[in-house]
């Protein structure tokens, strides 16, 4: 099968890139490389050292025997290369992890807001509107996120995509009808992924594109099979306020000796999915499209739900760490429920990895080798959701300012 992937140097593009090429599939990566200027920008980079992206492809190669062809095209703003690029290579799936892909990146400031509005939103829309386009039948998957349905769960499992409801007519009878579980983002990032989904439900609807979107969980864990066969494919383990995600931050906090810092009370409760197991969704949602004609298929991406603080005191336990309470600087609930569905993934045969399963031992390794990269002055998330906001940045010198649990 022909497959690009655009935004296949990303933490989740590149070992999804390098998991379809090993299984046999000719593989294009598509992407602009701004991940790398945002590391610029920022003043930070990956704990761990990431080759170039011609470096990378060649170390492919060379292990593999297999290769990976890639295209540096913005696709946001570069449309017409865009549609030109599909008829090139005719591909069978377009992979879509192009967007800004941090909540609190895209609400670092104003200019950082409308940066993630016009690369995700006319990203997601250049792709469609480039499928239609070319004339091509392209199964599009989309990597999205469980952040769109919110955080709040009514008392009910989060249904994969779709809420069945009845509707009162005027003689009183009740209609059944299928909607989108109501959207309920926590920031522009998330905002852009809500929209993202009534791109996909018009152009389904409108031009038959094939399309599989899949809400994901907070990624854990740095490697896979592929990304572990040699440094030079190393995979990226972001560990700052802006682009670290807070399972992988309390582990690398938990190393280093720097209290893991818990947003507010810790009563958010969040669901969480292992890398490997993120490359092997997308692997099934490739080899599953949905027919013709067939509406937005949806996945909710997820392996299990966790109260953060209930992370914190579990790797606590386990390393001696401390726990840090620091003000909140997402505008969000306190505390919440999460329960959700997964059952069309684990229909398909999947067997995702949990916490308890070597939570500690990958981290820790990788953590243990390229502790001397760390800046830990990029620790503290500074982004601030309103102007109400506080943000939270502890001192590791001054400990007594600091509510610790041990």
């Not at 599939?25 to 761990?48: C, F, G, Q």
């Not at 299928?178 to 409108?206: C, R, V």
């Amino acid at each position: 099968m022909k497959i690009l992937v655009l935004g296949g140097d990303g933490f989740c593009g590149w070992p999804t890139a390098l998991n379809l090429s090993d299984k046999g599939h000719d593989v294009v990566i598509v992407d602009n490389l701004s991940r790398r200027k945002i590391d610029v920008e920022l003043s930070t980079s990956s704990l761990t050292p990431i080759e170039t992206i011609d470096n990378r492809l060649a170390a492919w190669q060379e292990i593999s025997g297999k290769k990976i062809d890639f295209e540096c095209l913005d696709i946001s703003s570069d449309f017409a290369e865009l549609v030109q690029l599909l008829i090139k290579h005719q591909p069978d799936t377009i992979v879509h992890f192009a967007e800004q892909r941090a909540a609190p990146y895209s609400m670092k400031s104003s200019r950082l807001k409308n940066y993630t509005v016009r690369n995700n939103l006319c990203g997601t829309h250049n792709i469609l509107n480039a499928i239609v386009e070319s004339g091509l039948d392209i199964h599009l998957v989309h990597l999205g996120t469980m952040g769109v349905y919110g955080y709040g769960t009514a008392g009910m499992s989060l249904p994969e995509g779709y809420l069945q409801i009845y509707v009162q007519d005027e003689q009183g009878n009740h209609l059944p009808q299928e909607i989108l579980y109501p959207a309920n983002p926590g920031s522009i990032y998330h905002m852009t992924k809500t929209q993202d989904a009534l791109f996909f439900q018009f152009y389904n609807k409108n031009d038959k594109v094939r399309i599989t979107d899949l809400h994901q969980g907070i990624v854990w864990g740095t490697q896979t099979e592929q990304t572990s066969l040699d440094e030079r494919l190393i995979n990226r383990f972001d560990y700052d306020g802006d682009y670290g995600t807070v399972l992988n931050r309390f582990l690398v906090q938990a190393a280093m000796g720097y209290p893991m810092t818990v947003h507010g009370t810790g009563g958010q409760t969040r669901a969480f999915i292992h890398i490997k197991d993120s490359v092997k969704c997308v692997e099934l949602a490739i080899d599953n499209p949905p027919e013709k004609g067939e509406k937005v298929q949806i996945f909710n991406q997820m392996a299990e739900s966790h109260c953060l603080i209930d992370l914190a005191k579990k790797i606590a336990k386990e390393t001696g760490a401390e726990i840090a309470y620091v003000p909140n600087p997402r505008n969000e609930a306190p505390e919440n429920q999460l329960r959700v569905k997964n059952d069309k993934f684990k229909a398909l045969g999947w067997n995702p990895k949990t916490l308890d399963q070597g939570l500690l031992q990958e981290v820790s390794d990788v953590t243990s080798k390229y502790m001397h990269r760390c800046d830990k002055d990029k620790i503290p998330c500074q982004s601030l959701w309103t102007k109400d906001c506080k943000a939270g940045a502890p001192n590791p010198k001054v400990q007594p300012k600091l509510k610790k649990v041990v």
